[in-house]
Every structure is written in C-alpha cells, then in structure tokens.
C-alpha cells in the first residue's frame, strides 16, 4: 500500500489503487486524515474490505491490479516491471476472467499449454509464479499446474583469448569502455555499474552499493539493496580502469551517476562493437561470468571469488559461475592423453 504524504494543509492523503475507468484510464481512491497514521489505516481499511468483498466479482486484470498495488513498496521495481510486462504480454485469455472461474486451474493450465509454444521454461515458471500469487492473495490456492521442465542453458563464456581481444577493442569504444572493464576485471552487475557515483570511488578502491533498475515505466530507478546481501562490497580497480573512472569523474558532482547511458544501451553497443570485428554474440553479463571463470583458472579460492562478485553462498557461484575455458579445458584433456599414451606405451614395452 502507498505511504501516506503530507499535504500543504497538515493533513495527510493515501491514494489508493482503484483500477481502471472505461478508457483505459487508472483511477484512485483518496483518503484525507489529520495523522498519517490515521490515513494509512483508512487506506488499508478499504484495501481490505474491498479484497474480501467483491473477490467473486473481480477479473484477473483488476486483481492482479490489486495485488501489485498492494505490494508496491515491497516488492523490487524490477519485479514490479515484470509483473506489468506479464499482464501485458503473457496472459491475454485470463484478464477478463472473473478470478472464481480460474479457482479450479483448468483455464490457468490452457494459457500455460498456450505459452509453452513461444515461451522458455524460466518465463513460464515467472508467469505461474505471478498467477498463483495473485489468486493466493484472494484465497484461491492454485496447485498442480503443470509446465515445461527446467531447461540447462549454459552460458556463452569468452574464451581467454577472446576476453583478451575485447579488452582491447573496447579502447574504440570510449563510451561503454569503463563499463565493460567494471564486469570483467571487477565482476559488477549491469545494475551496479549504473549506480556509481564519484563519491563511491577513492582511487583504485570501488564501493559497490545498491543498484539502478528500470521500474514498471522502464525508468531507472535507484534501490539500496543488491541481488544478494553479499552485493555490498569493496573491490580493487586495475590501475587502468582507475584512471579511466576518475577522468570520467571529473566533469561529475559527487552523487551525480557516473554514467549517463542505460544498462540496454551499453548492451546494444557491445553488441555492435562484437558483431564488426567478427565475434561471438557475448552480452556484459558474459563479461561477469568471465571474471569468475578467469579467476577459477588461475586458482583463487571460491571463497574469494565470492567476495569479490559479491555472491552470497558458493552453492549460487559454483552453480551458475565457475566456468573453465574451453580452450584451457582442451590443453588439460590434451595433457591428459599425453599421460594415457606414456602409460600405455610402458606397459607395451614390458
């Protein structure tokens, strides 16, 4: 539910969620009181009744409308976006659908059926994950749905020399060139790049805190939490990307964002920048991953690959980071053959 603000008068306004008129439009109930504690409960009051009393009544959009509203200062603005986008895109036979017609499943399991033509196993599992929340906040407990299984994708990771090509190529592309060194030598998140500021740099030494996320109206938002807890951290620039970081900084305010391009326009670049020189379609994402994997290659400690990817347990980072070079693990199997063959041919001579 919304917090209560302050208005001119003293008083103290909540407006909540209401829906949608005839064209389209969102409309919001108001709620005035003297304190705002009196406001909120007004508000939280009608959200309430209004849940109890007509949940026969509503249609999956306006319910999932209710939910998300309801949630709104708890839930991430990226999870927010996803909802929306959820509503928008993935569920098109269920909105208009009053919610007791969906109580028993069958018309959830037609549009799962439906969306598993067009959608990844990850998708559909964020699509029921919305669904059954929305019903369960009206006390509908939706079960046995079922969907594809879970896909293993394995993530296209530069090999060493293919890391060591990019990071010069980046020197042709200035603006996005900080940004990519922060994910592969420093293992930031698209996220986390976006939300540094001067103040957040003392020479080499980078705190990482928070991230910026586009919100439900793909607006970049500043949130103080990171993916994991483990996500605030300090981390050691090369000497390098220091000093490219403070050259950038030096035009900025001390809490002015670093960089002014959006996570999706860095990405959009790098891709260019791979496609004219002939090289696999690797994303920033890939870059972070490559951090982990050189990193593992060279022998550091899981434990210290954690810390400084900010990973919160090592079952998250062996599972999804700890990546071996395609072109290291050959020279390992090669070296291994060399080791069968000598055996062999000893015993042969025997």
């Known amino acids: ?26 409309m919001y109930q108001s709620f005035t009181a003297p304190t705002k504690k009196e406001a909120e409960f007004l508000a939280a009051e009608y959200i309430y009744k209004r849940k109890n009393t007509t949940r026969e009544k509503l249609t999956f959009q306006e319910a999932s409308d209710q939910y998300i ?15 929306r986008i959820i509503q928008r895109n993935s569920v098109p036979n269920l909105l208009n659908i009053k919610i007791d017609r969906l109580a028993d499943g069958f018309l959830i399991q037609q549009q799962m059926n ?3 033509k067009r959608y990844s196993a990850k998708s559909l599992r964020n699509q029921l994950g919305f669904i059954t929340a929305v019903m369960g906040f009206f006390k509908y407990h939706i079960s046995d749905i079922a969907i594809k299984p879970k896909e293993n994708h394995s993530i296209l990771v530069p090999t060493k020399n293919d890391a060591e090509k990019i990071m010069q190529l980046l020197k042709e592309a200035p603006d996005i060139e900080c940004q990519a060194l922060l994910a592969i030598t420093c293992s930031l998140r698209q996220s986390e790049i976006a939300a540094i500021t001067p103040a957040d740099i003392k020479g080499e030494l ?43 900084c030096a035009s900025k305010q001390s809490n002015d964002w670093v960089f002014d391009t959006t996570p999706s326009q860095v990405l959009r670049k790098f891709k260019r920048l791979l496609i004219s020189h002939d090289m696999p379609p690797y994303t920033m994402h890939s870059l972070r991953h490559c951090f982990a994997a050189i990193m593992h290659a060279r022998n550091v ?9 900010g990973w919160s347990s090592d079952n998250v980072m062996k599972k999804v980071y700890q990546y071996t070079f395609e072109d290291e693990t050959n020279k390992a199997k090669e070296q291994a053959n060399q080791y ?11």
């Open 1 to 26: 539910m919304a917090n209560a603000k302050k208005l001119p008068s003293g008083s103290w306004r909540v407006q909540v969620y209401a829906g949608k008129d005839a064209s389209g439009k969102r």
């Open 301 to 309: 400690p899981d434990k210290y690959i954690m810390e400084m990817g």
């Open 340 to 350: 069968f063959d000598d055996l062999i041919s000893n015993d042969s001579k025997k």
């Open 206 to 248: 980078l705190s990482v805190h928070g991230a910026r996320i586009p919100d439900e109206h793909n607006k970049l938002v500043y949130k103080e939490t990171n993916k994991s807890d483990a996500g605030w951290r300090s981390v050691l620039m090369p000497e390098y990307l220091a000093k490219r970081m403070e050259e950038l």
């Open 69 to 83: 509203e309801n949630r709104q200062n708890i839930l991430s603005p990226s999870t927010i976006r996803c909802y």
């Open 114 to 116: 439906e969306n598993a």
